[in-house]
């Protein structure tokens, strides 16, 4: 008998393993590494010799008698792990009956048996042919990602001159980081042979972004045909093409272009680096990945600023967030300036952004759990998409449609909790031909330009001659009937 079974029921061990075949074996090698108060059962005499062979603690017992538990010291775990489905099922269910605080970790030898193990009281139900599958793709990406890295490094290795970064139009925290951190690692690649230029076109307007840029200190300019042209090389960081969203002529060669939004044209995937990857919370977060890989040291202003982009295009981690974002945001926490963290996050409001958004309240409209808002005219257009995250909060609203008119286009911001619905892709078929659209499911944006409206001086006159039909192609996507709007 073994030495852990000598002193009868009242020992506690700390794991059991029922069932020693190949992955049984596995999990019996990577327990004792961890602790040698590891039991294996199985009925394969023979199989409990070998064991014994190798000094593990094994006896020979079938998990189907209804007595195997007898004599055994109180376990912490107990793994079910034998290739019999119905043996795994009462198993479990006898250990539970017994020992109901023990944790139970049981294989299911099929799908259906996952939901049967987990009624029976197993703790953890696993389909090892799932957990490969999954561990599979989840190496596979991460290879593709880490080679991805090595060829960016070396791809900037050969620049020498001036690489100019693009931000798209009104540039947000994700992007900014983004353009900071590809500095960064030119800037450990190629050791001063390479000049880098931050370039965006629009205005930073919201309250957080301004912050952002003023208390980093970071250096951008005005992306002019001029400082596009004295460019050497062009990179667009957090805009997936040319043209889309973006001070760049549509169709303009670019040499990088790292995003996390889907391309619009699948066949148009201009530059010699591309890496999009829809799946990413945040631009920042690849960037992040990057700095990683490839150990490229970074100071307290790039990784504060990294930080604070993925925790702004994931609304601290509630939208569109992957577990690969939240290890990217603890990679970069020791990294940051906690007090200027705090400062960015906490700014003061403009009086022009605080009656927008009064606006924006006041002027609210609920259809069958779709809210749409009448911002007006805004010289700061970043306060559209503030007033659908205010109003998406409200109770009965499950998609929320803010718009407003700037000097030069139309801007619709969505915001959306229904689960049923993608907003991005309904932004896309709805405005895509009459303008820029797109985004994620529960998040989305359209920029619908003006053009030969530009001169007319009211705007809010303009905007609401236009905006019914415009509104009507979106109503069109979802399905909205005629109608009433009621007010909340």
């Not at 393993?17 to 992955?23: D, K, N, P, R």
């Not at 970071?218 to 460019?231: H, L, S, V, Y």
């Not at 009965?396 to 892709?425: E, F, P, Q, W």
Request: hydrophobic share 40%; charged share 25%; proline share 3%.
């Amino acid at each position: 008998m073994p030495d852990s079974l000598q002193n009868g029921s009242k020992d506690r061990i700390k794991y059991i393993v029922l069932g020693c075949g190949s992955i049984g074996y596995n999990v019996v090698e990577n327990l004792v590494r961890d602790s040698e108060q590891v039991i294996v059962i199985d009925s394969d005499v023979k199989r409990v010799e070998d064991l014994r062979d190798q000094n593990f603690d094994a006896i020979v017992r079938n998990i189907t008698d209804p007595g195997f538990l007898n004599d055994l010291p109180l376990p912490e775990v107990v793994f079910v792990l034998s290739n019999d489905k119905n043996a795994n099922l009462e198993a479990v269910k006898r250990i539970k009956e017994k020992y109901p605080s023990v944790y139970v970790v049981a294989r299911a030898v099929d799908k259906l048996s996952l939901s049967l193990l987990e009624q029976a009281g197993a703790d953890i139900a696993l389909y090892p042919q799932e957990v490969f599958a999954k561990n599979v793709v989840h190496l596979t990406r991460r290879l593709h990602s880490s080679r991805l890295a090595r060829k960016l490094y070396h791809y900037l290795s050969e620049m020498e001159g001036t690489l100019g970064i693009v931000l798209h139009t009104n540039p947000d925290p994700d992007s900014i980081s983004s353009a900071m951190a590809l500095c960064a690692i030119a800037k450990d690649v190629t050791d001063k042979q390479l000049n880098c230029r931050i370039l965006y076109d629009g205005k930073i307007g919201h309250q957080e972004n301004r912050a952002f840029v003023t208390l980093l200190d970071i250096e951008m300019e005005k992306a002019t045909a001029e400082a596009i042209d004295e460019c050497d090389y062009i990179a667009l960081v957090d805009s997936s093409a040319p043209g889309e969203n973006n001070a760049l002529e549509s169709g303009k060669e670019v040499d990088i272009i790292v995003d996390h939004h889907q391309i619009s044209d699948q066949n148009s995937k201009p530059g010699r680096f591309v890496d999009v990857r829809p799946g990413a919370g945040a631009t920042a977060s690849i960037m992040t990945q990057y700095i990683q890989e490839l150990g490229v040291n970074i100071d307290q202003k790039v990784a504060t600023a990294l930080l604070y982009g993925i925790r702004a295009d994931t609304k601290e981690f509630t939208r569109n967030t992957t577990p690969q974002d939240l290890n990217y945001a603890a990679f970069l926490l020791p990294l940051t300036d906690s007090d200027l963290l705090s400062k960015i996050t906490s700014p003061s409001m403009a009086l022009e952004t605080l009656e927008a958004l009064g606006d924006a309240i006041k002027n609210r409209k609920l259809q069958s759990g779709y809210l749409f808002t009448n911002v007006g005219y805004v010289r700061n257009r970043d306060v559209i998409p503030q007033a659908a995250d205010l109003l998406i909060q409200l109770e009965g609203v499950n998609t929320a449609i803010a718009y407003g008119i700037g000097d030069d286009s139309i801007t619709i911001s969505a915001r959306n909790k229904d689960i049923r619905l993608h907003v991005g892709n309904v932004l896309k078929d709805a405005f895509s031909d009459i303008g820029e659209a797109g985004g994620h499911a529960n998040m989305a944006a359209a920029r619908i330009p003006l053009n030969s409206f530009s001169m007319v001086k009211n705007k809010e006159e303009l905007l609401s001659l236009v905006i019914d039909p415009i509104l009507e192609k979106f109503a069109d996507q979802v399905g909205l009937g005629k109608e009433e709007s009621n007010e909340i």
